[in-house]
T-cell receptor, first 112, second 109 residues
Framework: DGGITQSPKYLFRKEGQNVTLSCEQN?????MYWYRQDPGQGLRLIYY???????QKGDIAEGYSVSREKKESFPLTVTSAQKNPTAFYLC???????????FGPGTRLTVT | RKEVEQDPGPFNVPEGATVAFNCTYS??????FFWYRQDCRKEPKLLMS???SGNEDGRFTAQLNRASQYISLLIRDSKLSDSATYLC??????????FGQGTELSVKP
C-alpha cells in the first residue's frame, strides 16, 4: 500500500533535549512538508522540500531543522531552541504544483 | 487579517439537519481550493476539491466565488459520522497550502 508513515505516534521528551520525528513516503512524491498543529488552530508550515537535497523555511521554522537526503524521507528535528515544542506534528507530500497534499498520521510530541 | 478565515465553531446540529460552513481567503491569486476533514487526534483527509462551477459529492456541495473570495461547504441530511472538524484550505501560486483554523461540527442523535 502506498502512503506516508510517521513514527512514533506519541513521543515524550524532557525540556532541553533535541528530538527527531520520522516521515517516510512511498508515493514517489518529490515534495514533502512539515506542519505543526496546536489545539483549536489550523496547520502551520514549518519546512518544506520540493526536491532532494533542497528545502525551504515555512512560516514557523525557528527552533526546527530538516534534511532531505532521500526522496522518500524528510525527518524533522525539534531542537531545544524551540520554545513551545508540545504540539501535533504532521508530515505531508505531493507532486509539486498539485494543490492536493497527502498527510501522514502525525506524531504527538509532549515536552515537559 | 488571517489568510484563510472560517466560521468559528462549534456547530451542534441534530441528525438530518443541513449545515453550511463558510470560508473567506485574502489572496486573490489563490489557485486551488479544498475542504479537508479532520477527526479528533487524526490527520486531515481530503473531503473534496472546490471548483469554480461548484461541485457536489453525495450529501456534500462545495461552492467557490472568486469575486468575493469566498468558499462554502453544505452538508445535507447530516449523519452522526459527519462529526469532525472541517478545514478550509487554499493553495497559492507556489503550491503551498494555507489552512483555516477549522470549524468543529457535532451531530447529535
Amino acid at each position: 500500500d502506498g502512503g506516508i508513515t510517521q513514527s512514533p505516534k506519541y513521543l515524550f521528551r524532557k525540556e532541553g533535549q533535541n528530538v527527531t520525528l520520522s516521515c517516510e513516503q512511498n508515493l514517489n512524491h518529490d515534495a514533502m512538508y512539515w506542519y505543526r498543529q496546536d489545539p483549536g488552530q489550523g496547520l502551520r508550515l514549518i519546512y518544506y522540500s520540493q526536491i532532494v537535497n533542497d528545502f525551504q523555511k515555512g512560516d514557523i521554522a525557528e527552533g526546527y531543522s530538516v534534511s532531505r537526503e532521500k526522496k522518500e524521507s524528510f525527518p524533522l528535528t525539534v531542537t531545544s531552541a524551540q520554545k513551545n515544542p508540545t504540539a501535533f506534528y504532521l508530515c505531508a507530500s505531493n507532486t509539486p504544483g498539485q494543490g492536493l497534499q497527502y498527510f501522514g498520521p502525525g506524531t504527538r510530541l509532549t515536552v515537559t | 487579517r488571517k489568510e484563510v478565515e472560517q466560521d468559528p465553531g462549534p456547530f451542534n446540529v441534530p441528525e438530518g439537519a443541513t449545515v453550511a460552513f463558510n470560508c473567506t481567503y485574502s489572496n486573490s491569486a489563490s489557485q486551488s481550493f479544498f475542504w479537508y476533514r479532520q477527526d479528533c487526534r487524526k490527520e486531515p483527509k481530503l473531503l473534496m476539491s472546490v471548483y469554480s462551477s461548484g461541485n457536489e459529492d453525495g450529501r456534500f456541495t462545495a461552492q467557490l466565488n472568486r469575486a468575493s473570495q469566498y468558499i462554502s461547504l453544505l452538508i445535507r441530511d447530516s449523519k452522526l459520522s459527519d462529526s469532525a472538524t472541517y478545514l478550509c484550505v487554499v493553495s497559492n501560486q507556489g503550491g503551498k497550502l494555507i489552512f483555516g483554523q477549522g470549524t468543529e461540527l457535532s451531530v447529535k442523535p
